[in-house]
């Protein structure tokens, strides 16, 4: 597989919205729809934490403190990831990551991060 991409965040203000785009070079239809991906989020000083996750299945799961405002979706035609993020709080600040299991070996990929900064 290729390398997985992320797009979007930026500087948003509280209570404002954005979405975060991912996608992974080079990787046909049938291994997207087969892998888990998920979004990462990792603050200046704290560990590394997961906020979204949807399986091949088209099961999500959520952090409990995102839960009721972020949403994860998958757009299978396009190969792409999203992260919806509404209701956006200062403790959201991070650097978002997306990363993918592929289905067929197991195989991780993480992206490099895009940053959201949440300030008025």
């Known amino acids: 597989q290729g390398q997985v991409v992320e797009s979007g965040g930026g500087l948003v203000q509280p209570g404002g919205s954005t979405r975060l785009s991912c996608t992974m070079s080079r990787i046909i239809t049938s291994v997207f729809n087969g892998a888990t991906w998920a979004w990462y989020r990792q603050a200046p000083g704290k560990q590394r934490e997961l906020v979204a996750s949807i399986t091949s299945g088209g099961n999500t799961n959520y952090a409990d403190s995102v839960k009721g405002r972020f949403t994860i979706s998958r757009d299978s035609p396009r190969k792409k990831v999203y992260l919806q993020m509404n209701s956006l709080i200062p403790e959201d600040t991070a650097a978002y990551y997306c990363?993918?299991?592929?289905?067929?070996?197991?195989?991780?990929?993480w992206g490099q991060g895009t940053q959201v900064t949440v300030s008025s």
């Open positions: 990363y993918s299991r592929m289905g067929y070996n197991n195989a991780d990929y």
